[in-house]
């Protein structure tokens, strides 16, 4: 789940080659991880935060880290590592001890045929997927749903209100967006499985970024996935397509972490963290970034300003 930069799968690639094992992680939900395989530490000195390629994981991982350096933890980040695919590993392979992620979508990369779909039984389902060594802490009200959008004269041309309503239409429409939008539940794979749907062709573009906005609005693609903390949603007047099969779960920020990292300290910061984020705050963030003004740490910074954590 923009505003998300598209990164070359060469670039991610080198990204995960180039992380240095630094340890592991953990996690201190309701739940806990499931199989944890360890107990948590007491105390933690340091500790690796990642992000995913897109700018909406990248100032909450600065959120994070800068919350935790300003408790005396030594922070190392490794931001921009890549899709889902790529930064799961690097959490697995201890590369990287934490990131910020979303529940519903964290649900399905470890179960793909999960039938939770309400928010809180999502979150409650996590433990029991997790990898043993992983955990989640508490999710947050905040929360970044997949889309899927359609411009305006195109919802009007063939009446569309649901994703459903592609299904007789798609064969003469081109769906286009990040390469983990074609081959995902929540894109087209999702469409053509749950809903039969099956578009002319694919263009292969970015995660939700410019190359994708601008394709939607030259036509050059009728179908494509944004996300819902995106202002560009509104400033375009696209219209997201109702989705009554649920192939879009609930995704509220949720850090995923190693349990061998998750010690008191460092669970109460980012719980306290998650409890102060809110979605219209975060498409705030998002947007200063995505407009090219500030940076993800200095936006951070000033968040941090406004939300002391105690």
């Known amino acids: 789940m923009f505003r998300r930069t598209f990164i070359r799968s060469a670039i991610a ?5 180039g992380l240095a094992a630094c340890g592991n992680g953990g996690g201190d939900p309701l739940a806990g991880g499931g199989d944890a395989g360890g107990s948590a530490p007491a105390k933690i000195d340091s500790i690796t935060i990642g992000s995913a390629n897109f700018a909406e994981s990248q100032v909450l991982a600065e959120i994070y880290g800068q919350a935790l350096e300003a408790k005396g933890i030594k922070v190392t980040k490794k931001l921009n590592i890549g899709a889902r695919e790529v930064y799961m590993a690097a959490i697995q392979d201890k590369s990287i001890d934490l990131l910020p992620e979303y529940t519903g979508a964290t649900l399905v990369y470890f ?4 039938p939770e779909n309400e928010a809180e039984a999502v979150y409650k389902a996590i433990p029991g997927v997790l990898p043993k060594g992983l955990e989640v802490l508490d999710k947050s009200p905040a929360a970044d749903e997949d889309a899927i959008v359609v411009t305006k004269a195109t919802a009007d041309k063939y009446n569309l209100k649901s994703i459903a309503d592609l299904k007789p239409i798609a064969k003469d429409l081109v769906a286009g967006g990040g390469p983990e939008f074609k081959t995902r539940k929540a894109g087209v794979a999702g469409m053509k499985d749950v809903y039969g749907i099956e578009f002319k062709s694919f263009k292969p573009l970015d995660p939700g970024g410019p190359l994708s906005k601008k394709a939607l609005l030259d036509n050059t693609i009728q179908v494509t996935q944004f996300f819902t903390t995106q202002s560009t949603i509104k400033e375009n007047n696209f219209v997201i397509l ?4 649920h192939i879009h779960l609930p995704n509220n920020i949720v850090p995923l972490i190693r349990t061998d990292h998750k010690s008191p300290d460092v669970a109460a910061t980012l719980n306290a963290v998650q409890a102060k984020l809110t979605t219209d705050g ?5 947007k200063r970034i995505d407009d090219g003004k500030e940076s993800a740490d200095a936006v951070a910074k000033d968040w941090l300003s406004k939300n002391p954590l105690s």
Do not use: G
Request: net charge negative; no cysteine; hydrophobic share 45%.
């Open 13 to 17: 690639a080198t990204a995960v080659l």
């Open 282 to 286: 975060l498409t705030d963030l998002v």
């Open 111 to 114: 179960k793909k045929d999960a």
């Open 242 to 245: 109702e989705d009554p099969q």
